[in-house]
């Protein structure tokens, strides 16, 4: 596939960013549009996933709507390749996407294989290809690399290629130098040199340059020039090859190549080197041969080592949870930094996590001997042994790295004061308490990362082959470095199996930490050693938040499943984060690794008291200590949304008696909202592990959770509903199996409205019904009117007018008997919406009227926007289209400032018909377009997809342009029939579209 696409289109990345078709460049959309594509042709030919997709554009805190973004951008960048034939480039995989394209048809790409030939080109001998290859890359840049692109893997890969450029432009320098153009390198090179005065190498191929064409004494200027930047830019002399080079031409000039003579070997050499007293020291052991990886944390990390101007020693603290691969990033980046500490590398292994932590006396006095002590000069006092290793690397460059350190306590004897050191430690907990100190912490791998690691241990060949299982394994792994090595050495091991056969291993999280071990290496004996140091209350807390702390938990709701004050469990959660045994990715929001959590669940409490009885289960009371809390923030975040509906007096209390009752005080309905939306995955869990497991001690009740899932329907907009629908269908046929009528009503009425969200409306005709009978024999009069309002919707989506206006008469009539005031304004409105649709638009206009000032009243801003976009259709039905615009453009305020961005794109496509009626096609497709994009950009297909399409195809129609308004008008079709809805046979032609519209904007 990627050979066909390759003659089709190419992509450029090093200048501004753009698609070449055919000689021309044609520009990839806005700013974080082209972030996207640049994250996928740099890795081109893998898939990546759409959360790696999202932090490259928005880095670790992306917006709320970053999927539905993510997902407009890439339907964007599809329909620039369908316009010139490469639809194929770019393909969904699983939960990600892949480019397909040669690297050669990708600038960058192309020059990181161009900078591979050179170096074979090198190797071989071959100085003219290779100074050729050289000028084709070279040539490749147009200016700065992803010019313009935001976010944090544009920052990092514009540095990369800026780096690149530079060591490139170097490399063919050196190059003339060795094909004999001396004198013709001078020129370039000098102002290379003057554009990037810190580049010692570039100054040292000038030097040779200048010295093989004769002018050995503009050489030595070139030096001296050299030595006075560094020195003022820095404060650094020169280093080992400016000096020797300078050292060499005093003495005995050049050759005639550039190259400095060889050392007189009779020269003396048991002079020791300057500012030592010894030879070396290289004690750090080899690094992983197949490290894969962390590229950007290594950088961070060989910066701050190798910081200029310093006042002490650098020093930098690598923390994370057992396997996430401090040891092996400390051994690589300490590779990585060797050069720069001639001197030597001293190591030693603390031994934290162990039984008998290593005795920081014993690490000194192997240090000591590193550095050339005599045995019988070591003194036997600790403290005066730290003294004499201070004084020992006075004046030297070593650096020091103290694998698996403990605390600040352990490390104080082994720090070095002078600032020609650095120090490099790892450790569990995090080490607060060092001062000066460059603290990173690191996170699991990428998606990414664990592949490459995954295709560095097993093979390429065999992964690609596999490539989706693979990506499976690698996330049946949690990412975690130590599990991704363990399961991919196993896998090398055995040929004959495939990535399947260990993916399916990996599928029962109870068991999969038994799964992972290889040889003496077991990621629950690493865990066992961080829980065996916690304290009584944090291994509790630890034990009891694992089954219901998940993905994440707020600080008041693990307070609330703790039985404790939020201050209390912030103590603890804290330390538990301290020692790497939980993560806390946002303030006062913490959560467990999956292999963490894995071994959490696995751990028992003690099992009987001093006395001899049993202890209860202490994990016992969490789930229904949780719902309560829950239940009651749901409540109060319902009351914020709908202010006109006492909600709250109809849920059941979930927690056991006794207990405290707790809810979250929410200051405004954005507060609400934003609370739903990030605890409803850890709600989702804790009502799914309910109903796996009723019979459980204190488990909730069946009511508790009916309660939950009603007072969440009211952000099924926020929310993905679907998930919510999916446990009140299993919740309604648990009930229906106990003949506990009242959950099965108001499960089943949540079944429906998902379903009527959603378009299904075969589905939620059914699940409605189911509720309303249920209901109706239960006694639940409110939720009997919310199923009541649901039918009317579904009978004027399937245009029964008359049924629908009847419908809604039950529900306000219900409503106000029950004294639900919001609820009898909606579904006053929604009548009102009928009324229009049967040809009555003055009832329904006189309805919005007076609801629009009760609504306003109670300050109902959803319901506000509700009655002015229905007030706008009963306007522009009677043909007053400025004062239908006027109430249009007040909705779009109310939804700007509630945040009800659904409302809002449902109202553009009908200010967009209104627009049309005034000749203003522009606006008005600018406006249909806008409600295009969000509804295209939801997961599921909706019906207000299909009027947006509907609308930006008579604005399109308005201005002229048939055959795109024929398109999109057969795409508005096909979305009715894919509905079951009568609009799909009634969408008119292209020669007719300007047909009076189907109102649609009615409230649940």
Known sequence: MAQENDDVVGFCLLGAVGMRVGGQV?????????????????????????????????????????????????????????????EEVLASVGDGYRVALAAHSVDALHADQLASAVA?????????????????????????????????????????????????????????????????????????????????????????????????????????????VLREELGLDPGPELRDLHESL????????????????????????????????????????????????????????????????????????AGIGKSALALHAGHLVAHHFPDGQLYADLNATAAEPTDSATVLTGFLLALGVAREA???????????????????????????????????????????????????????????????????????????????????SRVDREEADAVRLAAGCAHLPLAVRVVATRLASRPAWTVKDLVRCLTDERRRLQELYAEEVTLAASFELSHRRLSGPEASAFRVLAPVAWPSIGLPAAAAA????????????????????????????????????????????????????????????????????LLRSAAAAFQMLVPGDPVHNTLTVAAPPGAPASAIPFENVGAARAWVVTEFPCMVHLMQSALRHPEAEQAPSRAALADLVVALSAFGRDIPYGQLAAVARDLAEAAEKAGDRRTVGRARFVCGNAALQGGHLGRAAFHTRLAAEACARAGDEVILRQTYNDLGIIAYWEQRYHEATGYFGQAVESARLLGLRSGELNSRVNAALARIGSGQA?????????????????????????????????LHALGRDRDALVSYLECLDVCEAAGLRSQQAQTRYHLSRTLGALNRWDAALAEAECAVSYFLALPDVCRHRGHALLASAE????????????????????????????????????????????PDVLQP
């Open 26 to 86: 044609v520009a990839c959309g806005p700013p974080q549009q082209q972030a996207v594509l640049a994250a996928l042709l740099l890795r081109a030919g893998h898939v990546v996933p759409s959360h790696e997709l999202i932090t490259a554009v928005w880095g670790e805190e992306p917006p709320k709507s970053a999927v539905k973004v993510l997902r407009t951008y890439v339907w964007r960048l599809r329909q620039l390749l369908r316009a010139v034939g490469g």
């Open 120 to 228: 074979q080109s090198c190797r071989a001998g071959r100085h003219e290809e290779c100074a050729e290859l050289l000028d084709q890359a070279c040539a490749l840049w147009q200016g700065e690399p992803l010019s313009g692109v935001p976010g944090p893997f544009a920052d990092g890969e514009r540095a990369r290629l800026a780096e690149l450029r530079l060591t490139l432009t170097e490399k063919r320098y050196e190059h003339d130098l060795r094909c004999g153009r001396h004198r013709e390198a001078v020129p370039p090179l000098a102002a290379f040199c003057r554009e990037h005065p810190l580049r010692e190498h570039a100054h040292a191929t000038l030097m040779r340059a200048l010295a093989a064409s004769g002018r050995r004494a503009d050489a030595l200027a070139a030096f001296a020039h050299a030595r006075e």
């Open 250 to 321: 005093l003495r005995d000039g050049a050759d005639d190549q550039g190259r400095p003579p060889e050392p007189d070997a009779h020269a003396s050499t048991d002079r020791p080197p300057e500012g030592r007293g010894a030879a070396p020291c290289p004690q750090l052991p080899s690094g992983i041969a197949d490290f894969c990886g962390r590229e950007e944390v290594a950088a961070e990390v060989v910066r701050a080592l190798t910081a200029p101007s310093r006042t002490g020693p650098a020093l930098v603290s690598l923390t994370g949870m």
């Open 378 to 460: 070591i003194p036997s006092s600790p403290p005066e042994r730290s003294r004499l290793l201070r004084t020992a690397l006075r004046g030297r460059r070593v650096l020091l790295v103290l694998d698996d350190a403990r605390d600040a306590e352990q490390l104080a004897p082994l720090m070095p004061t002078t600032p020609t050191c650095a120090v490099l430690v790892t450790s569990r907990s995090s080490l607060v308490d060092v001062s000066g100190c460059t603290h990173v912490r690191l996170k699991e791998f990428t998606a990414g990362e664990s592949l490459a690691l995954v295709r560095a241990i097993v093979g390429t």
């Open 562 to 629: 703790l039985g404790m004050t939020e201050e209390q469990t912030r103590t603890l959660l804290e330390s538990l984060v301290d020692v790497a045994l939980l993560e806390s990715p946002t303030p006062g929001r913490y959560r467990y690794h999956e292999l963490v959590r894995g071994f959490a669940l696995r751990l028992t409490p003690p099992g009987r008291s001093s006395d001899g009885t049993p202890e209860p289960d202490e994990r016992a009371a969490a789930p229904s200590l949780l719902l309560d809390h």
């Open 842 to 874: 003055e009832e329904g206009l006189a309805v919005c009227e007076q609801a629009l000032d009760a609504m306003r009243e109670m300050a109902d801003r959803q319901g506000t926007a509700h009655a002015l976009c229905v007030r706008g259709q009963a």
């Open 955 to 998: 604005a399109l129609l308005g201005r002229g342009d048939r055959s795109a308004a024929r398109a999109r008008a057969a795409e508005a079709a096909e979305v009715f029939r894919s509905l079951g809805l009568p609009e799909g046979t009634q969408v008119p032609g292209a020669a007719d579209l300007h047909g009076p519209p189907a």
